[in-house]
């Protein structure tokens, strides 16, 4: 009785003596209610591998630790795959795919197997022995199986998805996450890596108009195996979003010598496309891209970096919106109370929420108008070309991802004061990550762009 179809309010019911007449004004009042729902924050994770591609636990058991640990949403990207139909998996497979390096000396690898066993009982594992080798195997449940099983309305939402994975023909890798699809997407082929982000997101397009679900599609670590480049993300301006954090260690985040960090990766795009293309910025999202769930292997398990959207309902559909309208926040582990850019005023500013004995340093980051955006190659120690982002770096003028302020404490803002052609802020926590990376020694918060203003591109 609530919803209606063409979109027109209702007026209230007339009350009269009868019961019916404030039985419908009860009924009114508690659709209002229902329509009316405030603004939130909902935590979740976009980049997550299972047993049907190469993690290391049923995403039974993934999902449900996910949203024992808090989150309210999380997003299954097995590589070039959707999970679903038959598939089966050898109880030694499952045990071989947790093999690693201990966390610390003496623990044992956990049995995924006995763990699931025991957490969903015979009457949902499913095994058998295959009756072509004799082996035993486990069947991996398809997703509209398991999702009933986690799902919890309000509280914990999953996301069908998948990491369309791929090498342009010149060898570069190019990983590009496809969130709240309704069928698998094949991996593409193209001869560069800008090729195949404009095949995915044309992929998608058509994807999406097929089946009415939005669909987000955001560019995976460009800096795993230094796939992607700053001038790559800044050439396809169809696509809005990449990850800024990957939560993976050993997958150049930090940048080196002869190559620049995610961060500056952001900035130089962001400029490229703003004064260069007259296109609007990209926003940065932080994931865990987990695989290991068995407490043997620290070089991508869970609970490192997520995204925080500011949304009315956890539904796919509210919560793509408001990412597309760039309402989130990506952390490892500061959580911020308010971002909030008034545009009259010209001012970003933040809540932080402060724990016991926490400090904070917020780094305000953005690009002055009349940067140079002429780059230069970078050499190695041998004076050889890399093969990488340009290096924008001018001997005089504005620089491109200057840090514009910086600011102590729980309450910083930062007033633009006009030449800027964004700001975004970075906050750095002076507590350790939760999880532990060799990545990074803080919590830290990133909020998206703003104060930027399309214009003319460059001639």
């Not at 039985?23 to 935590?43: D, F, H, N, T, V």
């Not at 293309?277 to 940065?284: D, I, S, T, W």
């Amino acid at each position: 009785m609530c919803a209606h179809s063409d979109g027109f309010q209702r007026q209230p019911p007339k009350v009269g003596r009868s019961g019916l007449g404030i039985l419908g004004l009860l009924i009114y009042l508690s659709c209002l209610s229902a329509s009316a729902q405030p603004l939130r924050w909902w935590k979740g994770n976009l980049h997550t591998h299972t047993l049907w591609s190469d993690g290391d636990d049923f995403p039974e058991m993934i999902a449900e630790s996910y949203r024992e640990r808090g989150y309210h949403f999380l997003a299954l990207s097995d590589h070039n795959l959707l999970s679903r139909g038959e598939r089966w998996m050898s109880l030694k497979s499952v045990a071989d795919r947790a093999k690693g390096e201990p966390w610390h000396a003496g623990i044992q690898p956990r049995d995924a197997f006995a763990a699931y066993l025991r957490r969903y009982g015979p009457d949902w594992v499913q095994t058998r022995t295959n009756p072509t080798n004799g082996i035993r195997e486990v069947r991996l449940k398809p997703y509209d199986e398991f999702r009933a099983l986690v799902e919890e309305r309000g509280r914990f939402l999953l996301i069908e998805s998948e990491e369309i994975t791929q090498a342009a023909e010149n060898q570069r890798q190019i990983h590009i996450g496809a969130i709240n699809l309704h069928e698998a997407l094949p991996s593409l082929k193209g001869a560069t890596v800008p090729e195949i982000i404009q095949k995915a997101l044309d992929r998608v397009a058509e994807a999406r108009q097929r089946s009415g679900r939005p669909t987000l599609v955001h560019v995976n670590h460009p800096n795993y195996k230094w796939g992607v480049t700053a001038e790559d993300l800044a050439a396809v301006v169809g696509e809005r979003f990449f990850e800024v954090w990957n939560g993976v260690d050993g997958d150049n985040d930090p940048g080196d010598a002869q190559h620049p960090s995610t961060d500056q990766i952001w900035d130089i795009a962001n400029t490229l496309r703003i004064a260069g293309l007259g296109a609007p910025p990209l926003y940065g999202i932080a994931t865990d891209d987990s695989h290991d769930y068995q407490g043997n292997e620290r070089r991508s398990p869970p609970f490192r970096a997520w995204i925080q959207v500011r949304a009315r309902r956890l539904t796919p559909e509210s919560l793509i919106h408001a990412v597309e309208q760039g309402d989130f926040y990506a952390s490892t582990g500061v959580v911020l109370d308010d971002v909030a850019f008034d545009a009259d005023s010209r001012r970003l500013s933040l809540q932080i929420h402060a724990r016991p004995g926490e400090r904070f340093t917020t780094r305000f980051v953005g690009t002055r108008r009349g940067v140079s955006l002429e780059g230069k190659p970078r050499v190695d120690a041998a004076g050889k070309v890399v093969e990488t982002t340009l290096d924008y770096r001018a001997e005089t003028g504005p620089q491109i991802g200057e840090i514009l302020a910086e600011v102590k404490g729980p309450r910083p803002s930062y007033h633009l004061r006009g030449d800027e052609l964004y700001v975004r802020a970075v906050v750095v926590s002076s507590r350790k990550p939760e999880v532990p990376s060799t990545e990074t020694e803080h919590q830290q918060a990133w909020t998206q762009p703003v104060g930027w203003v399309l214009g003319e591109p460059r001639k």
